[in-house]
């Protein structure tokens, strides 16, 4: 088998990712951009799964950027291994991975044919839209280290974080819906089914048969388990905020159902006359649907991060100059971590290494690296960019100044304050009843005492707030629905009414209104003379860093030379010998160069044999189409810059921006107190930002919005989830989701006249069981029409 | 009328029968996932190649 590397035209694609192969290695008559693809299709090969690459088309992941195999170590540990599996049958055992780079059907087919590569594995099962893997293995033919590691070398590394050790157990709450939706369901089709008969029979034909009776005592028994279960959160949560001397959506819903089924037995067993058994379980059973159908939009994501899921499982401990892996529960102060290039820091800790650079966007929100020397201390959720360093951890990982952050903004977030809806839905049932008290009253001092009871119960019932509270939900998982298609994801309703009252939008400027790659470079010159591209692109091709990545991929360099010596030095450049040339390329402090240029661009000088040839100037790319959009969302919100970078872009973002709204050089806090300042004043405010960095800002606004590219598959903790190609359309997203408003007021509309019509009925004390039992459905089923009928209305219009 | 007490009877557990079936069939995780196996179906068979 031919298996060679050399240089190659640059115009061919690696057959594992696809991607523009530099430097080629040849298996199999393919071409591979990189050592870890090829190894990849070997191990496929080997496997006879090479239908991988017949089903999509360059399936792959990138396979550049390796963990060392004995990162996993830990997993060997049976503590660790015991929190992680679901459970064990003699030697199989059962566990579930997040594989974050499941994208498309090879990556399902490949996983689930694992047990083709290795027999040890006996199912394994995808989620594709939870981007999961249920798998089971025989941990005697492989351990759960191997089958990681496995995992791991066909490109699909699962993702193991503190927060998988925490929590399991989503799907059952999911199916526990899904049992009381049906049991609703079959209750409310069968006590239909028997009350029918009486509803033609106009009455007669239940009062005077004993088969009346059956039927009856039939419905009375069904019914028992939709008010036991189905209906169960109702009293709950009715009773949780009465024991709390509150009141809340709940309460009358569980008392109009609790008094429908004790009026039912009075008619059924006393009177012998039909009950409103079928009017209660539709509404159960509708009511239910409205609540899953809007749980049930976003439900695969997951917006409640805590950081223990920023932090990895486990960390390399240094214990008696020997390398250890532990888990990260396990760490102990004093214990000293090996921390390698790109790793995080797990704990707030001191810095034994004579020195370090270290990337605090995740913590402080500072783009720029910062360097740290010998017994400084480094925070947890800094991550290391130079080489390695070893650290003396001060604080427990749940101690740290992260985990502080973090505790202290989800405390100051939680409110359950009441939706407008709920609250009009609340104040329209008290006035129902008000209206049956009086009209009961009325009928007593005609002294009709029977008919005065009568007016009284079946007001309640109609004052069920089924149809409002239908309307509300039905518009918001509407609107949450047809918003997920346009990408844009929601975390619940509360914030639908949130935007309404959207005054003031913080943009964030890396990761938002510029694009996350592609940056604009230019080649300033300082020498006269012809510069061999090929030679520059030769060097900076060999490095992983963005700004070597940049420059590569704007020089599309047409050959590739050998490269000999090459170096490349953390945080300050690379240098190698080219064609018998010898190039430093790298910053200007490093190189030791004057900058005489006033602006703030980053630059990366190229230095030939010695000589200063020129400099690359790096500036940040805007997104296309942001202009239009800063200029529409301008006509109706505050727009304001706050960017933790300098301000080289001023110029350019004063053109968009109304002047004095540019921030530059903002500290994490300064931003958190803009937020507040703005909060202060009444304004409700929307952060706009990567989500990465900035936290304290983030979770201080109102509607924290993240966005996210297809291919970053980390979502932040934040309210909204906005994929990059929908921000630009951010204006007409925001405005689709204010007509929620108008839909509203359309179904509360059509509500209240139903329950007009009902209450018609009612304070006359003549609302027959059948009335209930068509006005119930019909109102329910023409308000869910409309709802969802105008939302899609309203969304088809949005261009995309 | 009277065969009706018994039809009705016979009708309610046959509903009976098919809710059980639903909620037995949920519990064995039919519904976690609606998405994959539509994928899944469209695999083909395997080709078994010979070297």
């Not at chain 1, 929100?365 to 130079?386: D, F």
């Not at chain 1, 079946?458 to 239908?470: D, G, R």
């Not at chain 1, 630059?603 to 940040?620: A, D």
Request: aromatic content about 12%; proline content about 3%.
């Amino acid at each position: 088998m031919a298996n060679t590397i050399n240089a190659c035209e640059s115009s061919v694609h690696c057959y594992h990712c696809g991607e523009l192969c530099n430097q080629s290695f040849h298996f199999d008559d393919k071409t591979f951009c990189c050592n870890g693809c090829q190894s990849v299709y070997q191990i496929l090969y080997n496997n006879q799964l090479c239908t991988y690459y017949s089903l999509s088309n360059k399936p792959g992941l990138n396979q550049k950027v390796f963990t060392k195999n004995s990162y996993y170590d830990f997993l060997d540990q049976p503590e660790v291994i015991d929190q992680l599996i679901h459970y064990k049958e003699d030697s199989s055992l059962h566990i579930s991975f997040t594989i974050p780079n499941m994208h498309c059907s090879s990556c399902i087919w490949l996983l689930e044919n694992l047990y083709k590569i290795n027999p040890g594995v006996q199912s394994s099962v995808v989620n594709f839209l939870n981007k999961q893997i249920n798998l089971v293995f025989d941990a005697k033919q492989i351990s759960l280290k191997e089958l990681v590691c496995l995992l791991k070398q066909i490109g699909y590394e699962p993702q193991l974080s503190m927060q998988d050790l925490e929590s399991k157990g989503q799907q059952t709450i999911k199916r526990t819906w899904l049992y009381k939706l049906v049991v609703a369901g079959f209750v409310f089709g069968n006590t239909m089914m028997l009350s029918l008969p009486d509803y033609f029979a106009k009455g007669n034909f239940l009062n005077d048969s004993t088969l009346g009776l059956y039927f009856n005592y039939l419905t009375l028994v069904l019914s028992v388990p939709v008010l036991v279960y189905s209906a169960q959160e109702f009293f709950l949560s009715a009773w949780q905020h009465l024991k709390q001397k509150k009141l809340n959506i709940d309460t009358p819903i569980a008392l109009a159902l609790i008094i429908i089924y004790l009026v039912s037995i009075h008619a059924i067993v006393i009177q012998h006359r039909m009950g409103y058994l079928d009017s209660l379980s539709g509404i159960v059973f509708f009511m239910l649907l409205g609540r899953y159908f809007q749980t049930k939009s976003y439900s695969v994501l997951n917006f409640n991060k805590k950081y223990s899921s920023y932090l990895p499982i486990a960390v390399t401990k240094w214990n008696n100059k020997k390398e250890e892996s532990i888990a990260i529960k396990d760490l102990n102060i004093g214990d000293d971590v090996l921390i390698r290039q790109h790793e995080i820091v797990p704990a707030d800790a001191i810095l034994i290494h004579h020195e370090a650079w270290f990337d605090y966007s995740f913590v402080t929100g500072e783009s720029q690296w910062i360097k740290k020397v010998k017994n400084e201390t480094i925070y947890a959720g800094a991550q290391l960019k130079s080489g390695v360093a070893t650290l003396k951890v001060s604080k427990k990982p749940s101690a740290s100044y992260l985990s502080q952050l973090w505790n202290q903004q989800n405390n100051a977030k939680q409110d359950d304050k009441l939706l407008v809806t709920e609250k009009i839905n609340f104040y329209f049932s008290i006035a129902v009843l008000s209206i049956g008290i009086i009209a009961s009253l009325y009928w007593l001092l005609q002294h009709q005492h029977a008919r005065a009871f009568t007016a009284l119960i079946t007001v309640w019932i109609v004052a069920c707030p089924c149809a409002l509270l239908l309307s509300s939900t039905f518009t918001y998982g509407s609107i949450l629905h047809f918003l997920n298609k346009k990408g844009v994801y929601i975390k619940n309703a509360s914030l639908i009414e949130k935007i309404k009252h959207l005054k003031v939008i913080l943009f964030d400027k890396t990761g938002t209104l510029t694009t996350t790659e592609k940056p604009e470079i230019e080649f300033i010159p300082l020498v006269q003379k012809n510069i061999a591209w090929n030679e520059i692109a030769s060097l900076t091709h060999l490095s992983i860093h963005p700004l070597s990545k940049a420059i590569t991929s704007y020089l599309k360099p047409s050959s590739i030379f050998d490269v000999s010596q090459y170096e490349s030095k953390t945080g300050e450049g690379i240098h190698g010998v080219v064609n018998k040339n010898f190039y430093q390329i790298g910053s200007a402090k490093w190189l030791q160069i004057d900058e005489q240029s006033e602006n703030h661009f980053s630059k990366v000088y190229v230095v030939q044999n010695g000589n200063v040839e020129g400099y690359f100037e790096i500036k940040n790319q805007y997104r296309k189409g942001i202009a239009p959009l800063i200029f529409s969302l301008r006509k109706q919100y505050e727009l304001f810059v706050l960017s933790g970078d300098n301000d080289a872009e001023k110029n350019r973002l004063q053109s968009w921006f109304k002047k004095g709204h540019l921030y530059f050089d903002q500290k994490p806090e300064q931003k958190n107190a803009f937020v507040i300042k703005q909060q202060n004043q009444g304004f409700t405010t929307m952060m706009i930002g990567d989500g990465l960095n900035d936290t304290a800002a983030f979770e201080q606004s109102d509607i924290a919005v993240a966005v996210v590219d297809n291919k970053n598959n980390v979502l932040p903790a934040c309210d909204m989830i906005v994929q990059e190609q929908s921000l630009l359309k951010l204006d007409t997203l925001l405005a689709y989701a204010n007509k929620s408003n108008a839909i509203l007021r359309i179904s509360f509309i059509i509500s209240i006249l139903y329950n007009a019509i009902g209450l018609y009925f009612a304070v006359q004390g003549k609302l027959l069981p059948v009335i209930a039992a068509i006005l119930m459905p019909l109102s329910t089923i023409s308000i869910v029409g409309i709802c969802f009928g105008l939302a899609w209305f309203y969304a088809k219009k949005i261009k995309t | 009328m009277s065969a009706l007490f018994v039809l009705i009877a016979f009708s309610l557990l046959i509903a009976l029968a098919f809710l059980l079936v639903f909620i037995f069939s949920t519990k064995r995780g039919q519904f976690d996932d609606t998405h994959t196996p539509s994928i899944r179906i469209l695999f083909d068979d395997e080709k078994i190649k010979s070297k």
